[in-house]
């Protein structure tokens, strides 16, 4: 069963920066896509980056490009979400999944949910 725990969250300032962790237990994240996705409160959840596993190719929601860094490292079987110039939008609880989807979900299935971690951005 593939079992990923988010990690990295907290509060920070507007324009301050947070790097969440994605670690695998189970799997080899490797062999996988994988992705950030997040809820912020009566919003739907909504995928914000993922990398591909054959080139390491990431893909960003615009509302985050340039701002957000994804990234994996295979030897730690940990994959990164380096989050900059962090904004009050930007509140929610982030969750990482074995799989790829940016912007809208809803059509997608995924496997059960972690806890994810708390990014809040408020001065």
């Known amino acids: 069963q593939v079992q990923l725990v988010e990690s990295g969250g907290g509060l920070v300032q507007p324009g301050g920066s947070l790097r969440l962790s994605c670690a695998a237990s189970?799997?080899?994240?490797?062999?996988?896509?994988v992705g950030w996705f997040r809820q912020a409160p009566g919003k739907e959840r909504e995928g914000v980056s993922c990398?591909?596993?054959?080139?390491?190719?990431?893909f960003y929601l615009d509302s985050v490009k340039g701002r957000f860094t994804i990234s994996r490292d295979n030897t730690k079987n940990t994959v990164y979400l380096q989050m900059n110039s962090l904004q009050p939008d930007d509140t929610a609880v982030y969750y990482c999944?074995?799989?790829?989807?940016?912007?809208?979900?809803?059509?997608?299935?995924?496997?059960?949910w972690g806890q994810g971690t708390q990014v809040t951005v408020s001065s």
């Open positions: 999944q074995p799989i790829c989807g940016i912007g809208s979900i809803a059509h997608m299935t995924f496997h059960s």
């Open positions: 189970g799997v080899t994240l490797d062999a996988y896509a």
């Open positions: 990398i591909l596993v054959e080139d390491g190719t990431p």
